[in-house]
């Protein structure tokens, strides 16, 4: 692998050279400085100085998600470095995002360290996750399961709710755009207390749209219907934390959204899904010593879909309890962490053909350094499932600070996803003794940052082995599965560059991220479906006195519908607007102009994408 690694690297080094080239004209260290140390908790399950963080990442602020006006989740990660998304149709309708190439169900979310998704279909159900309930989103790249375990393949995504701390703060915010979109939220957040501190946050939120019809006429008899396809979510979101003593803290948080979409299965019947996310967790932080911390959580998620459709009526739900108990010892400026956990996964309805319920018992371990220019973490965890049995996982990776804003480095880490339940046991699709999907990954980067300005080249080599894919004649089995099966009979190697820059030139911001990758079935030697050879965003940003304008363009290669690669996707371009303007204290008014040229694109053949719309709304926020 290593040998692999340094010759893709200097066959690739344009790249590199590049965005060595485009750090070099930005301002240097002793010009730049941020006033605002960055904070980093998913890449090592522990906050942590982001100049000090080994792993790739990206942080979303708080100032982006409001920027991004009613805009989805999704929506808002296409414009990130090494993120691509799916979508059969407007907001609302089922979304796939893809990490560096890994599939939806390659990667991990989490929403305040609680791990959401389906145990089904695999991945986590993106439409239902609000973009008006969270604060914060980090990403984290590259194989991370010998931290949180199975289906972290591709990379992390951790979702923070709002949160709040000081003096009682009010917020409110309402806006309506194309498509008869409209929206409202408000919430209030703060801390009391002097010896005991007690903190709360507590939102809501209404978006509701007519939409337009999710797919189009070539989608075929059976799909398409020319009528408009809406939504409504409703959603509330809490935290309330008690810090009883110096170090003691125990809390409580909950997010709770409730989707109603409309989709198209063919004409003749209003085709609808209600699909919901529930989470609730304790948690209990304790410093049981100076150089001792300990955090207990315990955790309940639910992922419920009820689908009315044309083709029938399904109830199909995944609820998923949570026990985790992390101790972090320090040494000096080193950390040994600990972590026992305990996954409990239920499918409702269960039948005699699909066993509901599955366990998964875990360990890990690791351990990070910090020595003057040198910085090096090593984890290994081992999870036991009461299903596929046992997996072992692990990572190394090591940083060197070679002058002030410089630093390579170099990792390889382990992984593995987990057969879905619908893998294992879907009649006439699953098949029992399917293995998990396992990975390799190695990666080389170079880092520049300045605090104001950061640029970043990685290139990364990530495969798959044992690959669950549909195979048309069903190697075992074939009586009772006579159209083929799920089996583990491909290979994929994701490779590629990653590139980023973004700095600060007075009032001006500007950034640029590029992607140059080969997500590729080695069995077949096609491209894996719906992912590009080449996709990116570039950004503007002008801040002065109370107004502030900016412009985004999100770009992308052509991409292939089918594992086949018969059906061709046309790359495409998007040219979006967005202003904020403070018109009176803690008042703001927003809005946002997206796909300005009214680009005509996919994301999935034949499902149709929003044109040219805009959306305007108000925010107040108590100073």
Not at 65 to 92: F, M, N, P, W, Y
Not at 402 to 420: D, I
Request: with cysteine; aromatic share 10%.
């Amino acid at each position: 692998m290593t040998h692999n690694v340094s010759r893709h690297a200097l066959a690739a080094s344009a790249p590199l050279a590049l965005a060595l080239a485009v750090a070099s004209v930005f301002p240097s260290a002793a010009c730049a400085q941020s006033t605002a140390e960055r904070v980093v908790v998913t890449a090592a399950r522990m906050p942590q100085s982001a100049k000090d963080v080994l792993s790739d990442h990206l942080v979303i602020t708080a100032e982006e998600i409001e920027l991004a006006g009613q805009g989805s989740i999704t929506d808002l990660l296409q414009q990130k470095r090494g993120i691509e998304i799916t979508r059969t149709g407007g907001v609302g309708n089922t979304a796939s995002v893809f990490i560096r190439g890994a599939a939806n169900a390659q990667n991990v979310v989490l929403v305040d360290g609680v791990r959401i998704g389906s145990s089904t279909l695999g991945g986590a159900t993106w439409e239902t996750i609000p973009l008006s309930q969270v604060e914060r989103i980090e990403i984290v790249y590259g194989p991370l399961s010998s931290l949180y375990g199975a289906d972290a393949m591709g990379g992390v995504i951790q979702i923070f709710t709002k949160q709040g701390d000081g003096a009682p703060r009010l917020s409110a915010a309402a806006g309506v755009g194309g498509f008869k979109t409209r929206n409202l939220e408000a919430g209030i957040g703060g801390s009391t207390g002097v010896a005991t501190t007690f903190r709360y946050a507590l939102q809501a939120a209404r978006e509701t749209s007519d939409g337009f019809s999710a797919s189009k006429p070539g989608a075929g008899l059976y799909t398409y219907n020319p009528d408009k396809d809406g939504y409504t979510r409703e959603s509330a979101s809490g935290r309330i934390g008690v810090e009883y003593a110096k170090g003691h803290e125990a809390g409580i948080s909950f997010i709770n959204s409730k989707l109603d979409v409309q989709f198209d299965a063919g004409a003749g019947h209003d085709d609808r899904m209600i699909q919901k996310l529930e989470n609730v967790a304790f948690h209990s932080k304790n410093r049981f010593a100076p150089n001792w911390s300990s955090r207990l959580q315990l955790a309940r998620s639910a992922d419920k879909g009820y689908t009315d459709a044309s083709y029938g009526r399904s109830d199909i739900n995944t609820k998923q309890t949570q026990a985790s108990w992390q101790n972090d010892i320090a040494f000096g400026t080193d950390v040994l962490q600990l972590v026992a956990e305990r996954r409990v996964e239920k499918v409702e309805p269960a039948t005699a053909a699909q066993a509901g319920k599955r366990t998964t018992n875990s360990f890990a371990g690791s351990y990070q350094l910090k020595r003057g220019s040198h910085l090096a973490s090593a984890s290994l965890r081992h999870d036991r499932n009461s299903q596929f049995g046992s997996h072992s996982t692990g990572s190394l990776e090591y940083g060197y600070r070679f002058a002030e804003a410089w630093r390579a480095n170099v990792s390889y880490g382990t992984s593995f996803r987990a057969p879905t339940f619908n893998d294992l046991y879907y009649p006439g699709y699953g098949v029992a003794s399917n293995r998990p999907e396992s990975g390799k990954n190695a990666e080389v980067g170079l880092h520049y940052n300045t605090g104001a300005t950061h640029a970043s080249a990685v290139y990364y080599r990530n495969r798959f082995t044992d690959l669950i894919t549909y195979a048309p004649v069903c190697p075992v089995e074939q009586s009772t599965h006579p159209y083929g099966c799920a089996y583990n009979v491909n290979e994929a190697v994701l490779s590629g560059w990653s590139l980023s820059a973004d700095t600060k030139l007075g009032n001006l911001a500007l950034r640029a991220a590029f992607d140059l990758q080969d997500p590729r079935d080695k069995t077949t030697d096609k491209l894996l479906p719906r992912r590009a050879k080449k996709h990116g965003s570039l950004g503007a940003e002008y801040g002065a006195h109370a107004y502030k304008v900016g412009a985004e363009l999100v770009f992308s290669g052509a991409r292939f519908d089918d594992f086949g690669n018969r059906n061709r996707l046309a790359g495409y371009g998007l040219l979006n607007l967005y202003a904020n303007y403070q018109f009176a204290l803690g008042w703001n008014l927003f809005g946002r102009w997206n796909n300005v040229a009214d680009k005509d694109y996919e994301l999935a053949r034949n499902y149709a994408t929003p044109g040219s719309n805009v959306f305007v709304g108000v925010r107040y926020s108590m100073k």
